[in-house]
């Protein structure tokens, strides 16, 4: 089997699609979905959005410099998609999808209760790329609905149906293969009964794991704070048109 060349695109998936929410004092708050989203710092948070100046939502993230980043899980997938092939010119997200605002501690601009995670952002850089503007914001605060966390304080972030876009289409998370650093831990004897499924690539070099990687995850733990549905058919153009 060849390989066929192709022209520069946005090829780069899976990626996390959002529900990031924003708003003017006074104004109904609106929900923007977003898939050009991502960390881009461990310490201090940063995450970026890239949002088109046409939509709704530009002007307020520009005027007000914040927003929220709701992860989204299977039960807000048909959620995701209205927010993402309709305006807040024309329609209140919130009220249509039964959305409940959640306050945010350090911001203005609510997060969406319903979401098990939402990132209060506050912009620091606007950085015009072309099609889409990105928005550069550091993550002042975090909110974890308990509903995953277990009693000694630990977040199961992984049982919550977290979803993810892929060319398209939404997928809820499959199948564990593997955690942080497994690749190079120690065997260590199996518990009677366990099952283990590790991904193991055939001939891939052992590498050991990033000092970013594993930042990251101690921020994260540092971080937290104790404080399907149907998934919606949206034109296969727009959908693919960020
Ligand atoms: C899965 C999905 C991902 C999207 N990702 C982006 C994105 O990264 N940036 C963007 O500007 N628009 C994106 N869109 C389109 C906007 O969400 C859409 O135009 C929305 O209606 C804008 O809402 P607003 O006019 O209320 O701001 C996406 C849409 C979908 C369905």
Redo the contacts with the bound molecule.
Sequence with gaps: MGKQYWRGGNMLYPVP?VMVSCGRPEERP????????GTVCSSPAMVS????KE????D?LKETGEFVINLITRDLTYA??F???????DVD?FAQMHLTSLPSQHISAPGIAESPVNLECKVTQVIPLGS?DMFLAEVLGVTVDEKYMDENGKIHLNDAGLVA?SHGE?FELGEKLGKFGYSVAKKQAAKPGSVTKSAKPSGAGKKAASAENRTASKTEAGNRRKSASKTGS?DKQ??RR?
């Design positions: 699609a609106n929900i923007i979905t977003v898939a050009w989203a959005i890239s949002v088109r939509r709704y939502s530009y307020i995701t998609d927010c993402g092939v309709r305006s807040g010119r997200k889409h876009y939404y949206a727009k959908s960020k």
